[in-house]
């Protein structure tokens, strides 16, 4: 059941946790929504461990992610698949980097903040007034970062110049 509310507001939880842009291939990253048994490719990895030593592994993170709100958003999503009552898919087996086989994540901070403000269930556990001023916060920062000329832009464009 925790496993369904991951998958189903990963979308979501990328604009959270700071993930978006390592998400791709060839980055050994999970760029899928999926779930797998010991799958280290997998989103979310269920370890082998049964009875009170079972747990799972959510790979969305990265270290730039707010402990705090990794926790909070995490919890609200694994809330809302216990509340939902759903069995999860078919875990992944094998190589978790196909997609042909599973959804892919936002792999920019724009997308990944369309889908936090599109998930209405976890916006509405988290707080309309906190993704409110987060979205906003992080679509300024946005704006701002379009703005701005990038090292890699100077040296790849430079010789255009």
């Keep these: 059941m925790l496993v369904i509310g ?8 990328a604009a959270l946790l700071n993930s978006y842009k390592r998400f791709g291939p060839d980055t050994l990253a999970p760029w899928l929504i999926g779930w797998g048994l010991d799958n280290r490719s997998a989103m979310v990895r269920v370890l082998p461990e049964r009875g009170t030593g079972t747990r799972l592994e959510l790979r969305l993170g990265d ?6 709100l990794l926790v909070a958003a995490a919890s609200a999503a694994a809330l809302l698949g216990v ?35 599109a998930d209405s269930a976890l916006t509405a556990l ?28 100077f040296a790849e464009y430079a010789d255009h110049l």
């Design 83 to 117: 509340m939902d009552a759903e069995e999860p898919p078919a875990p992944l087996r094998g190589y978790g980097y196909d997609s042909a086989r599973a959804s892919l994540l936002p792999a920019s901070l724009p997308a990944a903040l369309d889908a936090l403000e």
């Design 6 to 13: 991951l998958l189903a507001h990963a979308p979501a939880l």
């Design 63 to 68: 270290a730039s992610t707010n402990p705090y």
């Design 126 to 153: 988290l707080g309309k007034e906190f993704v409110s001023a987060y979205l906003t916060y992080k679509r300024d920062e946005t704006g701002r970062f379009q703005r701005h000329v990038t090292d890699w832009e």
